[in-house]
């Protein structure tokens, strides 16, 4: 997914304004920041999820853009991530 992203940065300012979004306190984060997230999958047409580092380099919240352009947070850590999702993870790295 790393190209993904790479290629998602390389794009025209308009454009790329479009897909990182806007702050909105009503959707949080609403935004991405250019320099603090990865992507790691996408839901359909113009429907990316991603890694967002802005808040930990440790531990990212998962969000999604939504139909309206916002993007929003789904889990607070990809722990809650792989929970949600029904897959448990052992102290010991098992499945």
Known sequence: ??????GLLALEEDLLS?????????????DLRADSF?????????????LDYR???EDPEI???TESGAWRVVASGVAEFLQALGIRVSDDGDH
């Open 38 to 50: 990865v992507l790691i999958g996408d839901l359909g047409p113009e429907r990316p999820f991603a």
């Open 18 to 30: 479009w897909y990182l979004g806007d702050p909105d306190s009503s959707v949080r984060p609403g």
């Open 1 to 6: 997914m790393a190209e993904q992203t790479d």
């Open 55 to 57: 808040n930990s380099h």
């Open 63 to 65: 969000v999604y853009m």
